[in-house]
């Protein structure tokens, strides 16, 4: 039986639940035309998902079905509800700017002539836009899609000049990133050209200018004007910005964070902080750890909070006058502004930082934690769920919270490199902790190649604020293709690319230098051919590259160590019991903790060698405890890589950085 035929039956017998569900896969397959406009007046009418019925809709309509039947229905259902909405919103906006001195055109259409028909789509600003002079339906626009899509700031020696800039977010985002021309002595708007007028007219049924329009830091040239830039101020409206002194950044000016996440350790994180470090338009510290960063904010709060006049809190806070004056005043005082501040009266963070340049830096964060470690669990629908405590404190975070615009990107390195890197560096911290004072909290190494296989950071769900203006990029290629990557990564950051700051690593506007214990800084290849062979076996880096498959191959890594074999059960115990590498480390670090236990027997301690006997078994029950959780994991693993987050929604590779060929110095690392 076909699914429209089934789906008929169901909804007969009144089942609309299912019904929908079964016209829904009618729609899908796209295969009958008239059975998904059944189906989706159906599920329009049932309470179903409209949604689903209102994509059919727009999909008929512009392959050429149905039209007569199709657009009327949708302007009754979708469009005439919101025409006394948009119209209001249109005529509202042609009132702020016949007002306003920078746009230079006021022939302002009818909203009846308007050459771009919105019909609202959802309650969250997304639109599907009609030309009904085509006569076909554009693709989804959502006004306040939290993306910057291009590289507004790459070149910041003359004003910002950008076209047909339609986002009501993207808009926000450079009327508040562009600091006004008074505040840097030299004039500093923003040129946004529109190609074509009926078309700009259109959009402001679906904007809201007002807020941004009192800043008076917009430009509007529309075709032909675009001649005009940039306006020299002083000679045709008599103001002339020289004569006002550069005024330094303010706490609030920064509003933009570029989220330098820690997928795991030793992943080649410090190499892109060193590259960014003292960037003229950025306050950029090392990785600095998330608890002691609240810890600091919150003393700042309560110090701030606590005194009793602005003199008395400038001489609690040893900072410069104007950021300890700027936040003793300020309301709604936030964590984002305590940090912001403490950024900017570091010496370190503001090394290179630009106060005369024509945008607020952004700041740059690389919170850091000790382990990422992440645990899975199946649901009641069988699905498998990924959760990390240390992902649950940076989405619970404030800090987050009031940055209005978030960048992110993550770096990642192979992963067998990385992990092996990360034992030895887990068991050299271990084993130097004997000079620590006895009662001291022992170091260990921990399951670091479960730890791995389960800490899918790079998977991401799409619609997470803070992942979706993302990206990933591969440490090998910073290291190998530096122009390529540095560009790309700056152009995806909306950074100009500084040479003279990134082309080579530093801490505080100083080089790095080679450390004692070898780590090779600057853009030496040497720790991408790195693999610390006596920190990792080939049983467990079989184990990893298996169940990192997919991301081996989404992300351009090639097998060194899996040989495309089936594995089940049986292989995966087999390559479990050959895990002496990481067991070995665990064992000589856990038991340094065991032995700090004492043996007693009726009151009285044991002889040594009895109570080392008992230390050595409880080791060994230890581990074997820890076999029992592989196995564990590995039976849910072998159900197949498909993750989703607690609310049940599928978690998707986070995109990686491209980069342009042609600047490519080696081949690609595979």
Not at 449 to 464: A, K, T, Y
């Amino acid at each position: 039986m076909e699914a429209i035929e089934i789906a008929r039956k169901l909804a007969a017998l009144g089942e609309q639940g299912e019904a929908c569900r079964a016209y829904g896969l009618v729609i899908q397959s796209g295969e009958d035309p008239a059975g998904a406009l059944e189906g989706a007046v159906y599920i329009l009418r049932s309470g179903g998902d409209y949604r689903i019925s209102y994509t059919a809709f727009i999909n008929l309509y512009n392959q050429g079905y149905f039209r007569e039947e199709i657009l009327p229905l949708i302007t009754k259902v979708f469009y005439e509800p919101n025409i006394k909405m948009l119209k209001s919103r249109y005529e509202r906006n042609c009132r702020h700017l016949a007002k306003y001195p920078y746009l230079f055109r006021k022939d302002f259409l009818p909203f009846e002539e308007l050459p771009v028909v919105f019909f609202p789509f959802d309650d969250h600003s997304g639109y599907i836009p009609f030309y009904p002079a085509e006569e076909r339906f554009g693709d989804f626009v959502n006004f306040k899609n939290t993306v910057i899509s291009r590289n507004f700031f790459k070149n910041l020696d003359n004003p910002i000049l950008a076209a047909d800039v339609y986002s009501q977010y993207e808009l926000e985002y450079l009327n508040d990133n562009v600091r006004k021309s008074e505040d840097i002595g030299r004039e500093n708007h923003i040129y946004l050209h529109y190609s074509d007028w009926g078309t700009f007219c259109s959009y402001l049924q679906c904007l809201s200018l007002r807020t941004m329009l009192e800043s008076r830091k917009l430009v509007f040239l529309i075709g032909e004007e675009i001649e005009q830039y940039p306006i020299d101020f002083k000679a045709r409206f008599g103001i002339d910005y020289s004569q006002y002194s550069v005024k330094p950044v303010g706490i609030r000016e920064v509003t933009r964070m570029i989220w330098h996440t820690q997928l795991s350790t030793h992943n080649g994180g410090d190499f892109f902080n060193e590259v960014f470090d003292a960037h003229p338009n950025l306050i950029v510290l090392p990785s600095l750890m998330m608890s002691e960063v609240a810890e600091t904010a919150e003393t700042v709060r309560k110090v701030v909070e606590g005194s009793t006049s602005l003199r008395d809190a400038q001489q609690n806070i040893k900072w410069q006058s104007y950021l300890v004056e700027e936040l003793y005043h300020m309301r709604d005082r936030t964590e984002k502004d305590i940090v912001v501040a403490l950024y900017l009266q570091s010496k370190m963070a503001v090394s290179g930082l630009d106060q005369g340049a024509r945008i607020a830096p952004a700041l740059f964060f690389q919170p850091h934690f000790y382990n990422i470690v992440y645990s899975l669990r199946v649901d009641s629908s069988n699905r498998t769920v990924l959760e990390a405590k240390n992902y649950d404190e940076i989405h619970n975070s404030s800090l987050f919270r009031n940055f209005k615009y978030i960048k992110t990107f993550t770096p990642m390195r192979r992963f067998t490199t990385s992990h092996a890197a990360s034992v030895r560096f887990m068991y050299n911290v271990a084993m130097s902790s004997d000079d620590q004072e006895k009662g001291k909290k022992k170091t260990v190494v921990s399951d670091a190649v479960m730890e791995r296989i389960l800490n899918r950071s790079f998977m991401i769900d799409p619609e997470d604020r803070l992942y979706k203006d993302g990206v990933l990029v591969r440490f090998e290629d910073g290291k190998l293709n530096p122009k390529a990557t540095l560009r790309a990564l700056a152009a995806f950051l909306d950074l100009p690319y500084h040479e003279e700051t990134m082309s080579y690593c530093s801490w505080g506007g100083e080089p790095v230098r080679v450390t004692d214990d070898g780590y090779a800084p600057g853009f030496s290849p040497v720790q991408v051919y790195k693999t610390y062979d006596e920190f990792a076996n080939e049983s467990e880096r079989y184990f990893i590259e298996y169940f990192l498959r997919d991301a081996y191959a989404y992300y351009g890594y090639d097998f060194q160590y899996y040989d495309g074999q089936p594995v089940d059960e049986a292989k995966a115990e087999e390559l479990i019991r050959n895990f002496s590498t990481i067991n070995g480390y665990m064992s000589k670090t856990w038991i340094k903790v065991f032995r700090e236990a004492e043996v007693s027997q009726d009151g009285e301690r044991v002889a040594a060698e009895v109570e080392e006997k008992v230390q050595e078994n409880l080791l060994k029950d230890y581990i074997k405890k820890y076999d029992k959780n592989r196995l564990q994991n590995v039976r849910i693993l072998l159900e197949g890589l498909e993750f989703v987050n607690r609310n049940g929604q599928p978690l998707h590779m986070m995109p990686r950085l491209e980069l342009d060929p042609a600047l490519l110095e080696n081949p690609i690392y595979h």
